[in-house]
């Protein structure tokens, strides 16, 4: 089962940009579909984010469309997501996770089609 470690969270202010990493081992990383999901407090967990296996093809919600975008580099076993212009309400723990998508999917993936999960980085953004 692959490991999944995120990085790159902290505290920025609003209209700020963030670079989320998540670095995988112990696994074929280019064998998963890779996702982010966030969790505020007191609130579900939310899908942010997925990209397909060879990085064709990307799934998101259409909330979150223009800000943030998904990558991975399968050379480096790592996903990325990348955060721009962000709101107070998107503070939350932020969670990379591995799954098996068909790339030809339509519908947005939720967190039971990942099996593997990190342990989060916490992103605050203030006012």
């Known amino acids: 089962q692959v490991h999944l470690a995120e990085s790159g969270g902290g505290l920025v202010q609003a209209g700020g940009s963030l670079r989320l990493s998540c670095a995988a081992s112990?696994?074929?990383?280019?064998?998963?579909?890779m996702g982010w999901f966030r969790q505020a407090p007191g609130k579900e967990r939310e899908f942010v984010r997925a990209?397909?296996?060879?990085?064709?093809?990307?799934w998101y919600l259409e909330s979150l469309k223009g800000r943030f975008t998904i990558s991975r580099d399968n050379a480096k076993n790592t996903a990325y997501l990348q955060m721009n212009n962000l709101k107070p309400e998107d503070t939350a723990v932020y969670y990379c996770?591995?799954?098996?998508?068909?790339?030809?999917?339509?519908?947005?993936?939720?967190?039971?089609?990942?099996?593997?999960w990190g342990r989060g980085t916490q992103v605050t953004v203030s006012e």
């Open positions: 996770a591995a799954g098996s998508i068909p790339d030809e999917t339509t519908t947005v993936p939720s967190a039971f089609d990942f099996r593997s």
């Open positions: 112990g696994g074929t990383f280019s064998a998963y579909t």
């Open positions: 990209i397909s296996r060879s990085g064709d093809r990307t």
